[in-house]
C-alpha cells in the first residue's frame, strides 16, 4: 500500500526503460487518487500485477496517478515498443464518456468538459489502437468503480460504447475481479478465453473473444502450411491507419518511429518522416528529450516549482505538475538568464536553477532580519512614547498600532487589569451583559454588546476584541474566511504544520505549542513573521508564506548530480 507521501508524489512514470524486442509488453495505468474527485478505493489490485506480469516474461510499462500528459507518455512508449507478440493493457480511474468517444481521466482533473477532455484524458479509442499491434494477443482491462466525480458539458460519467479493434479483446469490470481473473485464467498457459470470461460472469467482453486462440498457448505446435501472401494493396489497410492515426493523436518522435520501423514503405511514410525530421531539427522537442531523460519524481519537480516562485516567477501552483503556469514560469528564467528558451530544463539549468534560488533565499532572509530589527527599534520606541503601559488610552494605542509587538502581551495583560477595574465599577446589568459577551467570544456578541450599551463600561473592550478577533487589523469576517480557505487549499499535513511552528519558534516568533495546530498564538507569529518580511499580515498560511518559510530546504533536493546518479 502507498503511503501518504508518496499518494502526494502520486503521478510519477516508472518503469520507463527500454524495452526488448523479444519480451511481452504491458501497461498499467493506475489512477486512484484525484485531486478533485472522490478517490478510488481498489486500484491497488491492479498495480499489484505488476510483479505477476514481470514473472510472466513482460516487460510493464507503469504510470501511477499520472496527468493526461503522463498517460499519453505512457502509451507513446507502448507505442514505440512495437510489441506484435502479447499485450496486455491494464486501466483504472475516473472514466468520462460522450457520444463518440471514452475517456481515462488524469488525476489533475477538474470538471473537465467535451472541448477540454482530450488534453486532461486519455481516449479510450486511442489506446485501443496502439494495443491492436498484437492482434488476437492484445487484452486491455478496464477497471470501474462507481466513485463521484464533476463532469462539466457534454460528458457523462462512466464508459460507454466500446469499438475494439479486430483482434482486441476488452474485459470491463471491477479492477479486483480483473486482476484476479487475470493472475488465474489470463496469464495460465493453454486457458480458453472465451470459456474463462463466460464463467466470470461478473466481466463484461467485447470485441475479439475466441474458444481456438489462448492468449498463453499450452505448448508449441508444428507450423501449418504455408499461407499465400495477400494480394498487394493500392492503399492503407486497416492496421496502418489505425498505427498512423494513434501516432499522429500521440504527436512524438517515438510514435513515427514506430510506424515508420513497421510499415517502412507505407502509404504514410513521407510525411512520418517529414515529421521525425521536424523533431530532430526542433529545439524545444530536444529540450523536451533531455528534460524526461533526467526522470524527475514528484518531489523534485516541486521543488524546481519552489525555486521558481521564490525567483518572482509564477508557476500557478506548487504541485509537482508542469503545466502551462510552471512552462511560462521556465521559459521566464530561460530567458532573464540568457539560455534558449524552451520551456524545458536540463541538468546544467536546473542545477544553476537551484543555485540561484539558494542565494534569493538568503538574501531574502537577510533582508527580513534587517526589517524585523527595524521594526523592533521603532516597536520600542513607542511603547517608550505611549508611557510603556501606565496608562490604559496608552496601550490601546498602542495595541493599535502593533497587534502584534513585542510588548502586545504585556499591554494586553495590563488591560485586563483595567478591565477588572472597569468590572467592579460597573452596574449589575452592564456587567452581566459584557459576561455574556465574554462567553461567546464572538465578533456578534461583542457587537451586539455595544449596540445594547453604547455608553456601556466595557464598550472600548469590546471594540479592541472585536479588532482582535478580526486579525489585529481591521480584518472583516469576509476577508477571515478568504484567507481560511486560501490556507486550508493548500491542505498541508500535520507533520508541515508542526515544521511550520518549528521554523517560527527558531526565529524568535514565539508560536506557542509544536502541536501542527495553529491557534491565537500562532496566527500571531505568522502575522508577526509575515510583517517583517512585507507579505501580507494575515496570519493565515498561503503559498508565498509557506514559500519563505521553507525556503532554506531549497536546493536540497535539487543537485542534480542526485539526479543523475541515482
Known amino acids: 500500500m502507498r503511503s501518504s507521501l508518496i499518494a502526494l508524489t502520486a503521478g510519477l512514470l516508472t518503469g520507463f526503460t527500454p524495452l526488448a524486442a523479444s519480451a511481452d509488453t504491458a501497461l498499467l495505468i493506475v489512477n486512484d ?9 481498489d486500484g491497488a489490485e491492479i498495480e499489484q500485477l505488476r510483479a505477476r506480469l514481470l514473472d510472466a516474461g513482460f516487460d510493464v510499462i507503469s504510470v501511477l496517478d499520472g496527468s493526461g500528459e503522463e498517460m499519453r507518455e505512457g502509451l507513446d512508449r507502448l507505442l514505440v515498443a512495437n510489441e506484435t507478440e502479447r499485450v496486455l493493457v491494464a486501466v483504472v480511474g475516473h472514466f468520462a464518456r460522450s457520444n463518440g468517444d471514452n475517456w481515462l ?50 460528458l457523462g460519467a462512466g464508459v460507454g460504447r466500446v469499438d475494439a479493434p479486430q483482434g482486441v479483446t476488452v474485459l470491463a469490470g471491477d479492477p479486483e475481479e480483473l486482476a484476479s481473473f487475470t493472475r488465474r485464467q489470463l496469464l495460465v498457459p493453454g486457458t480458453d478465453l472465451a470459456e474463462a470470461i463466460d464463467e466470470a460472469g461478473s466481466l463484461r467482453a467485447f470485441g475479439f473473444v475466441s474458444h481456438d486462440l489462448p492468449y498463453f498457448p499450452a505448448a508449441t505446435t508444428a507450423p501449418g502450411p504455408q499461407q499465400p501472401a495477400p494480394p498487394p494493396q493500392t492503399g492503407p489497410g486497416p492496421d496502418e491507419t489505425a498505427l498512423w492515426e494513434a501516432a499522429v493523436e500521440l504527436d512524438t518522435v517515438g510514435a513515427y518511429r514506430a510506424y515508420a520501423d ?12 517529414e515529421r521525425i525530421n521536424a523533431f530532430d531539427n526542433d529545439p524545444t522537442a530536444l529540450a523536451r528529450a533531455a528534460e524526461e531523460a533526467l526522470n524527475l ?40 538568464r540568457g539560455f534558449a528558451v524552451t520551456g524545458y530544463l536540463d541538468a546544467p539549468q536546473i542545477n544553476a536553477l537551484s543555485q540561484q534560488a539558494a542565494v534569493r533565499a538568503a538574501e531574502l532572509e537577510e533582508e527580513a532580519r534587517i526589517a524585523r530589527e527595524e521594526a523592533e527599534r521603532a ?91 478580526t ?21 498541508l499535513p500535520p507533520v508541515t504544520r508542526s515544521l511550520i ?5 527558531a526565529l524568535g516568533l514565539q508560536p506557542g505549542r509544536i502541536d501542527g495546530r495553529f491557534d491565537d498564538q500562532t ?27 521553507l525556503a532554506e530546504t531549497v536546493g536540497g533536493i535539487l543537485q542534480i548530480d542526485g539526479i543523475i546518479n541515482r
Not at 33 to 41: I, P
Not at 140 to 150: A, F, H, P
Not at 262 to 273: Q, V
Request: proline share 2%; aromatic share 8%; glycine share 10%.
Open 523 to 549: 496566527r500571531r507569529a505568522i502575522r508577526r513573521y509575515q510583517q517583517a518580511r512585507g507579505l501580507d499580515r494575515t496570519g493565515y498560511l498561503d503559498q508565498p508564506t509557506v514559500v519563505r518559510l
Open 297 to 336: 519524481t514528484r518531489d523534485q519537480r516541486r521543488q524546481i516549482q519552489r525555486g521558481l516562485s521564490i525567483l518572482d516567477y509564477d508557476t500557478r501552483g506548487i504541485d509537482g505538475i508542469f503545466g502551462s503556469g510552471t512552462r511560462n514560469a521556465i521559459g521566464e528564467w530561460q530567458q532573464a
Open 501 to 505: 511552528e518549528q521554523r517560527l519558534t
Open 33 to 41: 487518487r484525484y485531486e478533485n474527485a472522490q478517490n478510488l478505493r
Open 105 to 154: 481521466l488524469g488525476t489533475d482533473v477538474d470538471e473537465p468538459t467535451l472541448a477540454t477532455v482530450g488534453g486532461d484524458g486519455l481516449s479510450l479509442s486511442v489506446l485501443m489502437e496502439v494495443a491492436a499491434s498484437a492482434p488476437g494477443r492484445s487484452v486491455v482491462l478496464l477497471g470501474l468503480e462507481r466513485r463521484r466525480i464533476t463532469l462539466g458539458a457534454g
Open 262 to 273: 513497421r510499415y517502412p514503405n507505407g502509404f504514410y511514410i513521407s510525411e512520418a518522416r
Open 379 to 469: 516597536d520600542r520606541a513607542y511603547w517608550q512614547v505611549t508611557g510603556q503601559g501606565s496608562s490604559e488610552q496608552g496601550l490601546r494605542n498602542y495595541l493599535d498600532r502593533y497587534p502584534d509587538g513585542l510588548f502586545a502581551e504585556q499591554a494586553e495583560a495590563r488591560l485586563e487589569e483595567y478591565e477588572a477595574a472597569a468590572r467592579a465599577e460597573a452596574e449589575a446589568r452592564d456587567r452581566a451583559a459584557w459576561d455574556v459577551a465574554r462567553g461567546t467570544d464572538t465578533v456578534a456578541a461583542y457587537q451586539a454588546y455595544l449596540s445594547d450599551n453604547p455608553e456601556g463600561a466595557f464598550r472600548d473592550q469590546a471594540q479592541a476584541r472585536i479588532n482582535q478577533l
Open 471 to 491: 486579525g489585529g487589523g481591521g480584518l472583516t469576517q469576509a476577508q477571515i474566511a478568504e484567507y481560511e480557505a486560501r490556507e486550508a487549499a493548500l491542505n
